[in-house]
């Protein structure tokens, strides 16, 4: 899919100031500084769209992006931020846990993690919780630019077994670095895929 256009839409403290639009939605989440702003900028070929920064915390709202105008790209609030305070952790949790149960919109959410670590209790504690809720997602894994093709093997594999102990079938996985642009077209695809299924159910082919 190429994108024509990727325009800021808004940003909301609440689920219930996102806009009303029926739109396919994708949502990305993931630790914070684990990438999620850069992605999107990655994806739109789009360097400022979506504010990033070294220092995680960055993110702070529920940020919509409207594709070509016809379905939206969404930037979250990290989670796990060891050195937020209480308050800020407990508010970032709240926006996401109301947004991914609550926002009727959401067509996927894109789980992030960093494909240099092993995999991270707080990481794998969010997915199963999805799985609970019944939430459809896919994983990414990010910043693959940063370790050589042995390493990311070997810690994609971690995370595979890891999540193997939990899951009967493994969601799909995407290896991405917004420095390279590597996994651009295959997470591009993917949406294209899922909004043309969409399209077809809503006229009544399927
Ligand atoms: P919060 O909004 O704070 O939750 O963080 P975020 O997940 O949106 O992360 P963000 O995109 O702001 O990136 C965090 C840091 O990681 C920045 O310094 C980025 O430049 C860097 N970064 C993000 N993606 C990549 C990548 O693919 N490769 C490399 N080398 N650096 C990356
Ligand atoms: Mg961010």
New binding site residues.
Partial sequence: MSIKSATFVCSSAKVAQCPKSNLPEYAFI??????????IN?LTRHGGL??????????QLINHFLINEAWHLV?L??YG?AKASKTARSRFAAIITDYIRQRDALTLLFV?VDSRLEPQAVDLAFINSLGAAGVPFALVF?????LGAGALQRNTAHYKEALAETWEELPLTFV?????GAGRDDLLNYIETINTTLQHDHNGFL
């Fill in positions: 993931g630790r914070s500084n684990v990438g999620k702003s850069s992605l990655m979506a504010k990033t920064s070294s220092t995680p915390g960055k993110t930037d609030p990290g931020y992030l990010t910043k693959t630019d940063k991405t670095s917004a420095e390279s």
